[in-house]
Structures are given as structure tokens and as C-alpha cells.
């Protein structure tokens, strides 16, 4: 009977840290290459699902995901994409979606932690999205809804990036 109960206990705390990549790792991943970015996320059991390269006015980037769906290669219990820079590492863009609604406040309390500060907040293509500034990075937060097989599912995607793309790319001054 002990081990049934430590084995769902076990199952259960799997399924809500389901990604195993905290905010402070997906901050700090941005700034590093794409091979030490596929190596730290390939010993954390995540796998390489897409790669393309760069062209002309686009960034190459790289998804990688968390428990991929052996039968269907678009479902996983969590997706990292990283934009990888020409110039440099510091330039990247790395976005984490996190589907689990424990895990989304324990990343909106690590931003206060790290000094973010909202900026701004407004609704944009049906989710609510958020920006947060620090003194080097912005981070977008966006949340989502979608319909499930049986029900509605929350998304949040936390995108990591320099301050100085982020008003590159936005226009905000």
C-alpha cells in the first residue's frame, strides 16, 4: 500500500513540474549557443522536433520539446523555441510555453524576483499579453485559450529577449 501511495505521489508531482526547466533556466538559456542550448535541454529528457536555418531577414530557429507525442509530433507536455542570433548569443530569442497553471505563477513571481517590472498589458489576437522589463531583458508573457479534445486548455508562453530587440522589433521607445 506505502508504495502505491509514493508512486502517485510520485506520478503526480511529475505531471505538474511536467517541463523540469525552472524560470531562471529558460532566462539564462537565451544568452547561450544552440549547442549548449540542445545539450542542456537534451540531458533534461527534451527532444529536438524542428530546425530552420537562417535566411535573409529571419532568425534560424530550433524547437525542442518536453514529452513529445510519439503518434503525433505536435503534442507535448511543453515546447522551448530558440531564435538563434547571427550576431550574437546576446540577441537570441528563446520562448517556453508552460501549461500548468502552478507553473505560471511560480514564473510570475521569479520575474518579480529578477527585477522585472510590468510595462505594459493589453489584448492582443485573443490572449492577454504582458510585457516586463528589467535593465537587460524583455519578457513577454502571453496567455491563451484553446479548445481541447474535451475541454478548454490554458496556455502561457514566457518569450525571453534583449531589450534592445525588443524595441527593435516592436517599435516601442
Same mark, same amino acid.
Given at each position: 500500500?506505502?508504495?502505491?501511495?509514493?508512486? !502517485?505521489? %510520485?506520478?503526480?508531482?511529475?505531471?505538474?513540474?511536467?517541463?523540469?526547466?525552472?524560470?531562471?533556466?529558460?532566462? /539564462? %538559456?537565451?544568452?547561450?549557443?544552440?549547442? $549548449?542550448?540542445?545539450? &542542456?535541454? =537534451?540531458?533534461?529528457?527534451?527532444?529536438?522536433? $524542428?530546425?530552420?536555418?537562417? @535566411?535573409?531577414?529571419?532568425?534560424?530557429?530550433? !524547437?525542442?520539446?518536453?514529452?513529445?507525442?510519439?503518434?503525433?509530433?505536435?503534442?507535448?507536455?511543453?515546447?522551448?523555441?530558440?531564435?538563434?542570433?547571427?550576431?550574437?548569443?546576446?540577441?537570441?530569442? %528563446?520562448?517556453?510555453?508552460? /501549461? @500548468?497553471?502552478?507553473?505560471?505563477?511560480?514564473?510570475?513571481?521569479?520575474?518579480?524576483? /529578477?527585477? *522585472?517590472?510590468?510595462?505594459?498589458?493589453?489584448? $492582443?489576437?485573443?490572449?492577454? @499579453?504582458?510585457? &516586463?522589463? /528589467? =535593465? =537587460?531583458?524583455?519578457?513577454?508573457? +502571453?496567455?491563451?485559450?484553446?479548445?481541447?479534445? &474535451?475541454? +478548454?486548455?490554458?496556455? *502561457?508562453?514566457? =518569450?525571453?529577449?534583449?531589450?534592445?530587440? *525588443?524595441?527593435?522589433?516592436?517599435?516601442?521607445?
Amino acid at each position: 500500500m506505502r508504495t502505491v501511495f509514493i508512486i !502517485t505521489i %510520485l506520478a503526480f508531482v511529475n505531471s505538474i513540474y511536467a517541463q523540469n526547466i525552472t524560470f531562471d533556466q529558460a532566462q /539564462n %538559456l537565451r544568452k547561450k549557443s544552440l549547442a $549548449e542550448v540542445e545539450i &542542456f535541454l =537534451t540531458e533534461k529528457g527534451w527532444s529536438m522536433t $524542428e530546425a530552420d536555418e537562417a @535566411k535573409e531577414n529571419k532568425m534560424g530557429s530550433a !524547437t525542442f520539446g518536453y514529452n513529445v507525442d510519439q503518434f503525433d509530433s505536435e503534442k507535448a507536455a511543453s515546447w522551448i523555441v530558440l531564435h538563434e542570433s547571427g550576431i550574437s548569443n546576446t540577441y537570441n530569442i %528563446l520562448s517556453i510555453q508552460v /501549461n @500548468k497553471q502552478i507553473l505560471y505563477s511560480k514564473f510570475l513571481s521569479r520575474l518579480t524576483a /529578477n527585477g *522585472y517590472k510590468i510595462k505594459s498589458s493589453k489584448i $492582443e489576437d485573443g490572449s492577454i @499579453k504582458k510585457i &516586463f522589463t /528589467n =535593465t =537587460t531583458t524583455t519578457c513577454i508573457v +502571453k496567455t491563451s485559450t484553446s479548445e481541447g479534445t &474535451f475541454t +478548454k486548455v490554458t496556455t *502561457y508562453i514566457f =518569450t525571453f529577449m534583449d531589450n534592445l530587440s *525588443y524595441k527593435l522589433n516592436s517599435g516601442d521607445e
